[in-house]
C-alpha cells in the first residue's frame, strides 16, 4: 500500500457515504411500498435531483460528518493529537455547536477557546436544513456537561452513528479499543444511550480497519475484530448481548439466499443507531464487490434510508476505495469537490507527528 491507495479509501469513505445520504435522503421518510409506487419495482436505483440546482443534495448526516472530521483536526491543530485523549471531545462538540448555527441556531457558549476558524461555515451551501436530528438539535443547544457515564439524555437515534467515519480515518495507528472509545465518547455528545454510543464506536473502528489494515482482512473479519474490541470495553454491559445478537444476525443474513427486503426486515428500520450500523453492514456485507447494489440495497427499506445508506457507504467506500466507486454516483453529488478537498485533509492529519 503507498499513500495514493489510503487517500484513495479515504475519499471512498467521505465520497461512498455522501452518496448512500443523497440516494436515501429522497425516501428518507418513505415506506418500501410507496419507494416502489414511485420509483418502480426495484425501488429508487439513481438520484433523485434537485429540480432547482440539478444536484443530488445530501442531508444532516453528510454536513455532520464534515463537522466531526472539522473538529478532530481542530483539536490536533490545538496540538490535540493522541487517541482517546479527552481533551479532544470539546473540540469535536465545538464543532458540532458551528453546524447547529449552520442550521439557524444561536449556539452557547464554545467549550473550547482556542477553535480555529471554520472553512465549513463559510459555504452558503452548508446552511440548509436537511431534516437534521431532533435529538442532536436539542442536545446542542443545552448547555450541560455530558459524557458517555453522564449522559445527556436516553436517545440512541441514528443521528449519533451516521457523522462518525472521521474518527476512524483520522487515527490510523491508533488501538481498536481507543478507536471504538473515542466513537462512543463523541456519540456521547448528543445521545447518551449506550446502544447509541456502542455501535458508534463499533462503526469508527471498522472505517479505521476498512482504511488503514493492510492485512487484506475481510469486512467480516473486520467486523468481528471491532467486536472483539468494543467487547472487551463495554462486555459487561446489560445491554451488549442484545448488540452483538444483533450484530452477527447481520453477519449472518448476509450469506443467505433471502430477500433483501425480507432480511432487512429482521434487522429494524434503522431509525436507532443498532439497528442502522446492522442494516449497513448487512449491505455491505452482501454486496462486498458491488457497490452499486450495497447503495440500492441499503435504502430501499421502510425505515431511515439517508442514515442506513450514508453507513453502508461510508464502510463500502472505504473497503473499496473511490476510484472503484461507480461514476454515476459522483457526477452531481452535492459537496463532491468539498468532500475530496476533506479527504485530502484528514490524510494530512492523519498522519503522527
Ligand atoms: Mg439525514
New binding site residues.
Given amino acids: 500500500m503507498n499513500k495514493n491507495d489510503y487517500l484513495d479509501r479515504i475519499r471512498g469513505c467521505l465520497v461512498g457515504g455522501a452518496a448512500g445520504?443523497a440516494l436515501g435522503?429522497a425516501v428518507?421518510f418513505d415506506k418500501l411500498r410507496s419507494i416502489r409506487k414511485e420509483y418502480g419495482k426495484q425501488g429508487i436505483t439513481e438520484y433523485n435531483l434537485d429540480f432547482l440546482t440539478g444536484s443530488a443534495v445530501v442531508?444532516?448526516?453528510t454536513q455532520m460528518t464534515l463537522f466531526t472530521a472539522e473538529g478532530i483536526i481542530a483539536a490536533k491543530k490545538c496540538g490535540v493529537v493522541k487517541p482517546a485523549d479527552k481533551k479532544m471531545y470539546p473540540y469535536v462538540h465545538s464543532a458540532y455547536l458551528n453546524w447547529y448555527e449552520t442550521q439557524g441556531r444561536k449556539p452557547g457558549k464554545m467549550p473550547v477557546n482556542d477553535m480555529p476558524a471554520s472553512e465549513l461555515m463559510d459555504i452558503p451551501e452548508m446552511y440548509k436544513t436537511?431534516?437534521p436530528?431532533l435529538t442532536c438539535l436539542s442536545a446542542l443547544g443545552s448547555p450541560k456537561k455530558r459524557d458517555l457515564y453522564n449522559p445527556i439524555n436516553d436517545s440512541k437515534g441514528c443521528g449519533t452513528i451516521?457523522r462518525m467515519a472521521p474518527v476512524g480515518i483520522l487515527y490510523p495507528e491508533a488501538a481498536p479499543e481507543e478507536i471504538v472509545e473515542m466513537g462512543a465518547e463523541i456519540s456521547a455528545i448528543t445521545h447518551g444511550h449506550p446502544l447509541g454510543c456502542f455501535p458508534s464506536g463499533i462503526f469508527a473502528e471498522i472505517i479505521r480497519q476498512a482504511i488503514w489494515n493492510d492485512e487484506k482482512k475481510t469486512l467480516a473479519e473486520i467486523t468481528g475484530s471491532a467486536m472483539d474490541a468494543a467487547r472487551n470495553l463495554y462486555g459487561k454491559s446489560d445491554l451488549w448481548e442484545d448488540l452483538e445478537a444483533l450484530i452477527d444476525k447481520a453477519v449472518s443474513l448476509a450469506g443467505n439466499d433471502g430477500s433483501d427486503e425480507s432480511n432487512i426486515k429482521k434487522l429494524g428500520e434503522g431509525w436507532v443507531a443498532e439497528e442502522a450500523l446492522a442494516i449497513a453492514l448487512y449491505c455491505a456485507l452482501r454486496y462486498e464487490n458491488d457497490f452499486s447494489a450495497c447503495l440500492i440495497a441499503s435504502v430501499n427499506h421502510d425505515g431511515d434510508s439517508?442514515?442506513t445508506g450514508?453507513v453502508a457507504g461510508n464502510i463500502l467506500g472505504a473497503l473499496i476505495g473511490y476510484d472503484r466507486i461507480d461514476e454515476k454516483w459522483k457526477k452531481n453529488l452535492q459537496f463532491h469537490k468539498l468532500l475530496l478537498h476533506f479527504a485530502d485533509e484528514c490524510a494530512a492529519w492523519s498522519v503522527s507527528e
Avoid: F, L, T
Fill in positions: 445520504d435522503y428518507e442531508s444532516d448526516d436537511r431534516a436530528g451516521m439517508d442514515s450514508a
